[in-house]
Nanobody, 121 residues
Framework: QVQLVESGGGLVQAGGSLRLSCAAS????????MGWFRQAPGKEREFVAA????????RYADSVKGRSTISRDNAKNTVYLQMNNLKPEDTAVYYC??????????????WGQGTQVTVSS
């Protein structure tokens, strides 16, 4: 069974940076796209970023574009989300997800438990 474990969340001041990590196990990580999503209190879960199986294609939500970078290390079965210039509105639980296919834009079949990111003003 696929397992996704996020780490790297925490409390940071506005303008600061965090790098989230998601370690995957259970199937061939390098064959599937990966994504990051977030859910703030009282809001629906929203897309943050995605990366294709090879890392050659990425996509970002407008709200984080220019401030965040998604990357992956297929040798380590890990996907990362580097977030810079964090804002209070970035406060949310961040989830990683594994796609149903190698290219971005498809469905996500597996989800992690999430890691809390809190940005203070």
């Amino acid at each position: 069974q696929v397992q996704l474990v996020e780490s790297g969340g925490g409390l940071v001041q506005a303008g600061g940076s965090l790098r989230l990590s998601c370690a995957a196990s259970g199937r061939t990580f390098s064959s599937y796209a990966m994504g990051w999503f977030r859910q703030a209190p009282g809001k629906e879960r929203e897309f943050v970023a995605a990366i294709s199986w090879s890392g050659g294609n990425t996509r970002y939500a407008d709200s984080v574009k220019g401030r965040s970078t998604i990357s992956r290390d297929n040798a380590k079965n890990t996907v990362y989300l580097q977030m810079n210039n964090l804002k209070p509105e970035d406060t949310a639980v961040y989830y990683c997800a594994e796609g149903a296919r190698g290219t971005i834009g498809g469905e996500y079949n597996y989800w992690g438990q999430g890691t809390q990111v809190t940005v203070s003003s």
